[in-house]
């Protein structure tokens, strides 16, 4: 059976925190994505678009390696 979400009720003072914590992740997070576009152009326009990619690749899979390794312990 499924059951009913129960609502999160806040007050208002709470409510506007959280927006505005909310409003500060995302602004952080379009930054970082602004630099990341800007740093692989540059280094696409340095070392190629093909080590780039190659150097994304390896760096997906080490991560993956690292999360299995980590679930594993």
């Known amino acids: 059976m ?3 979400i129960p609502l999160l009720r806040l007050t208002p003072e709470a ?3 959280l927006q ?3 409003t500060k992740a995302i602004t952080e997070l379009q930054e970082l994505s602004r630099f ?3 740093f692989d152009r540059q280094l696409t326009e340095r070392i190629g678009a093909d080590a780039v990619r ?3 690749k390896d760096t ?3 991560l993956l ?3 299995l ?3 594993a312990a």
């Open 15 to 17: 409510a506007g925190e």
């Open 69 to 71: 390794v980590k679930e």
């Open 2 to 4: 499924r059951r009913p």
């Open 65 to 67: 390696l690292a999360d």
């Open 20 to 22: 505005q914590e909310c």
């Open 54 to 56: 190659q150097l994304h």
């Open 60 to 62: 997906k899979n080490a």
């Open 36 to 38: 990341r576009r800007e």
